[in-house]
C-alpha cells in the first residue's frame, strides 16, 4: 500500500510569509501528527489530528495550526515565518487506536529566508 | 512531563562487536516506548515496540521500570546497521498518538 506523503519536499520562504504543508496518511489510517526536526532540538511534537479533531497539542506557538480533512488529510500552516522555523517538518499516521505504530513521511524541509 | 534522554549523539563500532544503544525515561505514569531508526536517505520507520517484545533484525529492547531505562542491544552488529537511532516514549493512558522522542543516536559500524 502507498505510504505517508508529504507535499511538497521542499520550501523556501521569506520571513513573514506564511506557508501551508500537505499530508496524505496511508489509507484507513485516522490519526496525522506533525514533527518538527531540527538539529538543535530534534525531533518535536507540534499536533496530532484524529478524525477532524486536535487530539493533542505540543509546546508551540499558536502561528503553527492545523487541520484534518475528512479523508483523512491533514495541512499545517505555520504564519509569520520566522528564521527559527526553518526546520524538517514530518507528517506520521497511523490507525489512532490507542497507540500505535506511527509511519512517517520523507518530510518537507522549510527554509525561511 | 515526559523525556527521554539517549546520552550518546554517535556511536561507532567494529562490525561484529556487541551495541548497546541507552535509552532513559521520565515519566510518572505508564510509558510505552519504541525504537525507530532511519538509514540513509530513508524515511523514519518503527524498529520495535516494547510490548510486542520481538526481536527485530537481531535488535531486541526490554523496558527496565526500575532503572528507567529502554536499551537497545545487538549481539553482533552489521555495517548495514549504520543509521541514526531514537528512542521514543508515548503515554500509555492518553487515546492519542503523542511521541516524544530521544535526540537520537548515530550508529556507525565500520568494517
Known amino acids: 500500500k502507498a505510504g505517508v506523503t508529504q507535499t511538497p519536499r521542499y520550501l523556501i520562504k521569506t520571513r513573514g510569509q506564511q506557508v501551508t504543508l500537505s499530508c496524505s496518511p496511508i489509507?484507513?489510517?485516522?490519526?496525522v501528527s506533525w514533527y518538527q526536526q531540527t538539529p538543535g532540538q530534534g525531533l518535536q511534537f507540534l499536533f496530532e489530528?484524529?478524525?477532524?479533531?486536535?487530539?493533542n497539542k505540543g509546546n508551540f506557538p499558536g502561528r503553527f495550526s492545523g487541520r484534518q480533512f475528512s479523508n483523512s488529510r491533514s495541512e499545517m500552516n505555520v504564519s509569520t515565518l520566522e528564521l527559527g522555523d526553518s526546520a524538517l517538518y514530518l507528517c506520521?499516521?497511523?490507525?489512532?487506536?490507542?497507540?500505535?505504530?506511527?509511519?512517517f513521511g520523507q518530510g518537507t524541509r522549510l527554509t525561511v529566508v | 512531563a515526559q523525556r527521554v534522554t539517549q546520552p550518546e549523539k554517535l556511536l561507532s563500532v567494529f562490525k561484529g562487536a556487541p551495541v548497546e544503544l541507552k535509552c532513559n525515561y521520565s515519566y510518572s505514569g505508564s510509558p510505552e516506548l519504541f525504537w525507530y531508526v532511519q538509514y540513509s536517505r530513508q524515511r523514519l520507520q518503527l524498529l520495535l515496540r516494547?510490548?510486542s517484545r520481538e526481536s527485530i533484525k537481531g535488535f531486541t529492547a526490554d523496558l527496565n521500570k526500575g532503572e528507567t531505562s529502554f536499551h537497545l542491544k545487538k549481539p553482533f552488529a552489521q555495517e548495514e546497521d549504520s543509521a541514526m537511532y531514537y528512542c521514543?516514549?508515548?503515554?500509555?493512558?492518553?487515546?492519542?498518538?503523542?511521541?516524544?522522542f530521544g535526540g537520537g543516536t548515530r550508529l556507525m559500524v565500520k568494517p
Open positions: 489530528y484524529f478524525s477532524e479533531t486536535q487530539r
Open positions: 489509507s484507513g489510517h485516522r490519526s
Open positions: 506520521a499516521s497511523s490507525l489512532g487506536d490507542r497507540v500505535g505504530e506511527a509511519f
Open positions: 516494547h510490548i
Open positions: 521514543a516514549l508515548s503515554n500509555f493512558n492518553n487515546a492519542g498518538n503523542m511521541l516524544t
